[in-house]
């Protein structure tokens, strides 16, 4: 079995939030990633709410209502009720995703965040944290660790070259805390070409891995890939995977089995 865990989907028709760090001038449809899926023999997906699409998670829970191979990670308000958050796991929402790139770090003692979190755990579903590995990303986790969810961290972590915490962060040792081996171009490193870039990856996943068990990583092409469309596509995210994990045993478990017990296919 082989499982995508991490790509989006959206239309540039749809309204995006005010701010936007990215916003789409073309159409990265539902169709289209089923056709990667199907082209590279992947059996399962996991779509991620776009930062840009804010908490309207409506267009993506509607296009995998009926496909029981897709499931959803969302992003939403943490003053959302807990029966929301039930039925947003009823439409296959497995987790939440925080997007904290670029912005200040919430006050995760407060109680809207702690009743979120402990919602969260009370339902079963994983966080999902994009955050700079040099920017508080340690300090958000040491926060989640407590309340017992799966965290997922974004993109090996988007670490600099100087591996700025990457200490602090494999200290944890926390059974707890995954790793999505994808988007290896947004690391904060200047790199000329994508195979300095893949060397990076293999390096940082190198390291985590004496930390963390093997169980604890996953794949994600970060299909349409926003922002590097011009230099990445699904093919080539896949062809890195295959630089930064060399062991055909190891890709294997993190292609099928991690992702299949994680996202609970």
């Known amino acids: 079995m082989k499982i995508d865990t991490h790509a989006h989907i959206f239309l540039k028709k749809l309204n995006t939030v ?11 449809s539902f169709k289209d990633y089923k056709a990667n899926l199907d082209h590279y023999d992947f059996d399962k997906g996991v779509l991620v709410q776009p930062s840009f699409l804010g908490v309207d998670n409506e267009f993506l829970l509607q296009s995998i209502e009926k496909d029981e191979n897709i499931k959803a990670i969302v992003v939403v308000d943490e003053g959302i009720k807990f029966d929301e958050l039930q039925k947003l796991k009823e439409r296959k929402a497995c987790g939440v995703r925080l ?85 290896f171009y947004r690391a904060k490193i200047d790199y000329v070409n994508n195979e300095q870039a893949i060397k990076f990856a293999k390096k940082i996943y190198e390291i985590l891995k004496e930390y963390f068990p093997l169980s604890n990583f996953v794949f994600g092409s970060d299909w349409p890939h926003t922002n590097f469309e011009a230099n990445v596509n699904f093919s080539s995210a896949l062809a890195a995977f295959n630089e930064v994990v060399v062991s055909k045993k190891e890709q294997e478990q993190i292609l099928g089995d991690n992702a299949c017990v994680l996202f609970g296919f």
């Open 99 to 183: 997007n904290l790139i670029g912005k200040e770090l919430p006050n995760f003692k407060s109680t809207v965040w702690t009743q979120f979190f402990e919602n969260l755990s009370k339902l079963k579903m994983q966080i999902e944290i994009q955050r700079d590995l040099d920017n508080n990303l340690v300090d958000i986790v040491k926060n989640l660790i407590p309340y017992g969810c799966n965290i997922v961290i974004d993109h090996l972590a988007r670490a600099n070259a100087n591996l700025t915490n990457l200490e602090d962060l494999i200290c944890l040792k926390n059974s707890r805390i995954f790793f999505k081996i994808s988007g």
């Open 18 to 28: 005010a701010n936007a760090r990215y916003k789409p001038d073309y159409d990265a």
